[in-house]
């Protein structure tokens, strides 16, 4: 992406560099890291940085206008609406490839967004690893909008808390300590002081939940909710049955609330017109059937970890979908292989952090994450067996 700060990076790594990055970014929880992680940051130019940002903020002019929760309303399941839910969302992740245009140029597109938490803890040590093994330009940071690792921690701190005392907040997941993510809830731990709480552990009393800790049974005010219900509904019959109560009349609130999941996600993707978004339709509004299908992904809206896509459409995989209100169809992209490894060249997915603090008119831009491929798509399961791919964060241009 910057000839130059990449030229400089891969002549200068070594074997040797990237196993003590791994040594010590498994240091702080040993074992807890299960995905890969790549070998290289994505650099990014401030002109790239602009055309990413000005995506996301049109986005969220979307999200934040006044009819954005009647244009929602049907987004969400109605055998996983959770009572309560808050005005807005404390979190937004939107996912962009970075991609040619039909002119050779590089663009970014969106591929997904999410109401919904991601790696916000992790990436702090995953920075501060990462400066620490290689040579980082100190007018690139992974941090956006001026923040540093104090302030984006601080107020990562204040959106999970809200006004309670972190005993009385936790992060809520189903079997966390099985997760692939569980990196991130021990970090969450580890800078802003919360107990993970698996959802089977949860103590019901009417409205009120708690917890146990040290044989005590502490109240719970505040979930900052890791639940994905999509995965929920993947669970034991056990586990399911337990999980009904989240969908009662509870005493607490939500961090954020798991009717946002479904509010920003592939479901908002037709309602926003801008360059960097590939247009989308709901496939029950789909006037007709493009002839160049080629040129599109077919996409359930309500899904697990991207199980359901179909890259490569047909007409008969269209004729397939019994119920076309719980599909998309998106005009496809050509990621660009960018990055120059040893082999052959990585695709880069980058993922920007928006954080929302209650009393804000607007969320804000506080950080990333990034991922490389060099399969047909990002993902674990793609990737298998290759270098200079997995789990990476991208350092912007100041």
């Known amino acids: 992406m910057v000839p130059s700060v990449r030229k400089h990076f891969n002549e200068n790594f070594t074997t040797e560099k990237y196993e003590a990055y791994l040594r010590e970014l498994h240091s702080k929880h040993p074992g807890a890291i299960e995905f890969r992680v790549a070998e290289t940051p994505v650099f990014i130019d401030k002109i790239f940085k602009d055309k990413v940002l000005s995506a996301c903020e049109s986005i969220v002019d979307v999200i934040t206008q006044f009819n954005f929760s009647s244009i929602s309303a049907h987004a969400i399941p109605p055998e996983v609406k959770v009572p309560n839910e808050n005005a807005h969302t404390h979190f937004i992740a939107f996912d962009f490839g970075i991609c040619e245009n039909a002119s050779g140029e590089l663009e970014p597109q969106l591929i997904e967004m999410q109401g919904f938490p991601t790696l916000f803890a992790y990436q702090i040590w995953h920075d501060e690893v990462t400066r620490k093994h290689f040579d980082i330009p100190a007018n690139y940071h992974t941090y956006l909008n001026g923040f540093t690792r104090e302030s984006y921690r601080q107020l990562l701190r204040e959106v999970i808390l809200g006004k309670h005392q972190p005993e009385n907040v936790i992060l809520l997941e189903i079997l966390p300590h099985q997760q692939k993510t569980r990196i991130d809830f021990y970090c969450t731990t580890d800078y802003v002081g919360i107990p993970v709480v698996c959802l089977t552990e949860l103590i019901q009393e009417g409205r009120n939940l708690f917890y146990q800790k040290d044989g005590k049974k502490i109240a719970i005010h505040r979930i900052y909710n890791r639940i994905i219900f999509d995965d929920l509904q993947q669970q034991s019959a056990e586990i399911q049955e337990k999980g009904k109560l989240l969908l009662t009349d509870l005493d607490v609130e939500w961090v954020p609330h798991p009717n946002w999941f479904y509010r920003i996600s592939k479901y908002t993707l037709p309602f926003i017109d801008h360059p960097y ?122």
């Not at 993922?351 to 929302?356: A, G, N, P, Q, V």
């Not at 993902?379 to 789990?391: F, H």
């Open 277 to 398: 978004v590939p247009k989308t339709w709901f496939l029950n509004q789909l006037s007709e059937i493009p002839a160049d299908l080629e040129n599109y992904v077919l996409k359930p809206l309500f899904s697990f970890a991207g199980q359901g896509v179909v890259i490569d459409v047909t007409k008969e995989d269209i004729d397939k979908v019994t119920d076309p209100q719980n599909w998309i169809l998106q005009k496809k992209v050509q990621y660009a292989a960018v990055i120059p490894t040893p082999d052959i060249p990585a695709k880069v997915e980058i993922r920007i952090f928006y954080f929302w603090k209650e009393g804000e008119a607007r969320p804000v831009a506080t950080n990333n994450l990034a991922r490389l491929s060099k399969g047909k798509m990002i993902g674990v399961r793609y990737n298998k067996d290759k270098e200079w791919v997995g789990g990476s964060l991208a350092y912007f241009e100041a």
